[in-house]
């Protein structure tokens, strides 16, 4: 990775919290659902973040985006402090990062239009006139690959594919330099998937976005990522050049994620099977969260924290086998 690139968005110890509480509203616990989690996105490229359901991948995305407030930490993007921004002081930036979701089918509202769910995106960024926002949205919905016609139907007479494109349509609509991606093919046929990834490629170029990617999918990782982050309970374990990462996982839980895997057409790699039970973020382990499912966990594994090391230039890894 070239550091002269013009770093977007940089997390430093960024930390969401959620409180549990019992039925008269005393605090009981706290989910620790993203960790102490620094990472950094240069403009144009794709940040993949991988890792297993509940790991916290999707809230990571969601706090940086101001979705949920931040328990503790900071986020810059393009070099600004956003991390304790009032709503009103944040609406100028909000332009500049979007988020395309996950299901297309719950994400679209089902009684508006597509131009009616278009337009008031622009209603709300300050855009009074209603020609000038049919175009900009006319615009958005060839450039994604839709016709004219779809302007005035409503989201049940698209398929999913499409439903998906509208939801990218609604994203690039402001111009943003940052989109965070909260897998946006997992609920697609196969199929439609590449078709969504070639748009997101192609976009890319056009506009040099930069995304955060969040997938659970190693495969559409591999396809799609630059850089790869990998995460377990709430904290970045790995990161590295997706070509690094997938030829050289080091971390005991890559690993085991890159076993998974179906290789077609290759030797069958002997898949790591992991065992013990996946822990609550509610009552995380101490030391390395991932002592407790690791094969090679030593007594200092459950006494302390592992801070990232950096083993080759760009791949950094939080595990005691490469020293603490």
Not at 97 to 105: E, G, L, S, V
Not at 110 to 130: A, S
Not at 140 to 162: C, D, I, K, M, W
Not at 163 to 170: D, F, K, N
């Amino acid at each position: 990775m070239n550091e002269d690139r013009q770093k977007i968005l940089e997390t430093k110890h960024l930390k969401k919290y959620f409180s549990i509480k019992d039925a008269l509203g005393k605090q009981t616990g706290v989910v620790k659902a993203v960790d102490d989690v620094s990472l950094t996105l240069h403009k144009g490229e794709t940040y993949g973040l991988v890792g297993e359901s509940g790991c916290g991948k999707s809230t990571l995305g969601r706090s940086i985006l101001r979705l949920f407030p931040i328990t503790e930490g900071e986020v810059w993007l393009e070099g600004n402090d956003i991390s304790n921004l009032s709503p009103g002081q944040l609406r100028p930036y909000r332009k500049k990062m979007q988020m395309i979701f996950q299901d297309p089918y719950t994400s679209l509202n089902p009684r508006k239009t597509v131009g009616e769910t278009l337009e008031e995106v622009l209603k709300i960024h300050g855009e009074k006139n209603r020609t000038v926002r049919e175009e900009k949205c006319q615009e958005a919905l060839r450039t994604v690959g839709l016709r004219p016609e779809h302007y005035n139907r409503f989201p049940h007479e698209f398929s999913g594919g499409q439903r998906q494109r509208v939801g990218i349509a609604r994203a690039i609509l402001v111009n943003p330099s940052f989109i965070v991606c909260d897998e946006p093919v997992s609920a697609l046929d196969v199929s439609i998937q590449a078709q969504i990834m070639n748009l997101l490629d192609a976009l890319q170029e056009e506009k040099q976005l930069t995304y955060l990617f969040v997938s659970h999918n190693m495969s559409v990782i591999n396809y799609i990522a630059d850089r790869v982050g990998v995460m377990y309970l709430g904290h970045l374990v790995e990161e590295a050049d997706t070509e690094e990462l997938f030829s050289n996982p080091c971390h005991p839980y890559t690993q085991a994620l890159l076993s998974a895997v179906l290789q077609i057409g290759a030797v069958r790699k002997e898949r790591i099977e992991l065992t013990g039970e996946l822990p609550s973020p509610l009552h995380p382990p101490a030391g390395c969260v991932f002592h407790t499912r690791c094969p090679y966990a030593e007594q200092k594994c459950k006494e302390k924290p592992v801070m990232p090391r950096e083993l080759s230039p760009g791949h950094f890894v939080a595990c005691s086998l490469y020293g603490s």
